[in-house]
């Protein structure tokens, strides 16, 4: 009861701090209702969508480092939430984006009551379809829920209040983020595939053995270690002053500055993991890709907070800089250029943990993990054409002359599955975070989602973990995720176009209806998530211990 309501009064004092702000420098009469519930419902479903973002891409973060059963999940999530919310407070670069580089409110004329009908149409709809897919443990991209929606209610609105509906749409901006989506998620498989096979091939399933690590673990652990500071430090903090003095160094070699500084670094922290294992021996060999994972881990929550805060903020903290544009007689490109404060930004990192650490979020981890398993048996649902063509892909795959590349899985002292070994949970963490800040300093919101899943999939792909066990769920699992972006996609730009409508043509009332089918929605969705929750549990049991239920029958 007292957590609730000290988030209840933080919230309302939030909605009172924005309205004060907005009365500030300007006459209270010339807001219009429809402008005051506007800012109101913002700032509630800007809080809203942050935990939802939170909620479904806290897979992203830390399911190498629970698959592998190095931390428990909770330990992973309070660890990342520092990385998430010091990513969140140095990600204006990417808000720009989302806020101004997809949809341009000056093609409505200054119509402002049109523009935020667009930006809560955005959050009306991403609420209740991240809740959808983390329900059922589906990850899914808040960057294309993102750009789909503000697509199809820019489009769906500009059509029928006869604006030119085309001129409202950023065709460049939108084509470009698209093209960085695809673009990163061929870079990550690719990477990923590579890297696991060359690293798996050189240490096998020795992933702590010294006389292995000796031989292998510094030029492996270092150019993952060299990857992950050039491309964190270099491009995903480029901001920072120390950043760009070093930058600034590496660009007086214009031609082969940035190859020779991984290099450098490269033999730096081969040479530091080499005297590790010789002066530690033992411990340092068990706690070599542990240790590397938990850094690549920390590296990606700081680069999912600069990345996925355009995702939930951008929508928001625009409608409410529009609404004081509006008092204070600024114009719309002025207030789109504007920056987004500090604190702001610190504030929605902190929402994304809040989310992080729900129980849906949970279902979002362990089916990510469980996807890319090496396990024989995992609990998992997939529709049954998934699986019908992961079975009819697998048969026509020649079998491998060695069954699997990956370790015989174990349990940890705690009992639990190990999915992946630390090698693997490296490669996947060290490999998405690289992409991710990378495209973070372009200033491009790429999908954290895709990116990580792609990871993970290519990795397992490179230990063969598709030919033992349950492959054809684990592959159907895989194409039933793939398929469900795609229809992510249509779903935000169809409903956001007619939410968008709903809004301007009926007002207050629409904004109340629409909430109440957001609400309803969500209930139904509850229901029967959980049921499939426990299904799966129940057929995952029958697989694993068939003879006790054939004797049930009999």
Known sequence: M?????????????????????????????????????VVLAVVMLIWDTVEVGRNDAANI???VFGAR?????????????????????SSDVIETARSGIFDPQSFENDIEAVLAVYLSVYIVDTVLLYTYSAFGMPVSTTMTLVFSLLGGSL????????????????YGVSKVLLAIVCSIVLSGFMGFVLQRAARGAIGDKWSSLPTLLLHGGWIGGGLMAGLAYFMLIKGMK???????????????????????????????????????????????????????????????????????????????ASLKLVHGHYTNT????????????????????????????????RVTRAEVRTGSAGHHVKLWAPRWCIGLASAILSRRPQPVMPSLAPVVTKNVRGKTMHYDPLRACVIVCVSACVIATASALAFPVSTTYVAFAAVVATGMADRIFVRGDAALK????????????????????????????????????????????????????????????????????????????????
């Open 475 to 554: 592959l159907g699992r895989s194409i039933w995720v793939v398929f469900s972006w795609f229809a992510a996609a249509v779903l935000a730009t169809v409903c956001a176009g007619f939410v968008a409508i709903t809004v301007y043509y009926i007002g207050v009332a629409g904004m109340a209806i629409c909430i109440a089918l957001n609400l309803l929605v969500r209930g139904y969705v509850k229901r029967r998530s959980d049921a499939q929750e426990e299904r799966v549990r129940q057929e995952a049991r029958e697989r694993m211990h068939p003879e006790e239920y054939s004797l049930e029958e009999e």
């Open 331 to 362: 114009s719309v490109a002025e207030i789109t250029r504007a920056m987004i404060p500090r604190w702001a930004l610190f504030g929605c990192g902190v929402l994304l943990v809040m989310g992080m650490m729900t129980e849906h979020a949970q």
């Open 156 to 171: 769906f609105l500009g059509a029928v209040t006869s604006q030119n509906s085309l001129e409202a749409v950023e065709w």
């Open 239 to 317: 901001n920072l002053g120390f950043v760009k003095v070093f930058t600034k160094f590496i660009q007086s070699f214009p031609y082969y500055g940035p190859i020779l500084t991984i290099v450098v670094l490269w033999i730096f922290f081969a040479i530091l993991i080499h005297l590790s294992l010789v002066i530690f021996r033992k411990r340092a060999a068990e706690l070599l890709f542990p240790t590397l994972t938990v850094l690549g881990m920390l590296g990606m929550a700081f680069a999912f907070g600069q990345n996925d805060l355009a995702n939930c903020a951008a929508p928001g903290l």
């Open 62 to 64: 830390v399911n190498s």
């Open 2 to 38: 007292g957590a609730s309501d000290s988030f209840g009064s933080r919230t309302g004092s939030i909605i009172c701090t924005a309205l004060t702000i907005l009365a500030e420098n300007g006459d209270p009469g010339v807001l219009t209702p429809f402008m005051y519930m506007a």
């Open 70 to 90: 190095i931390f428990t999940r909770r330990a992973a999530v309070r660890l990342a939430a520092i990385g998430v919310v010091l990513g969140a407070t140095f």
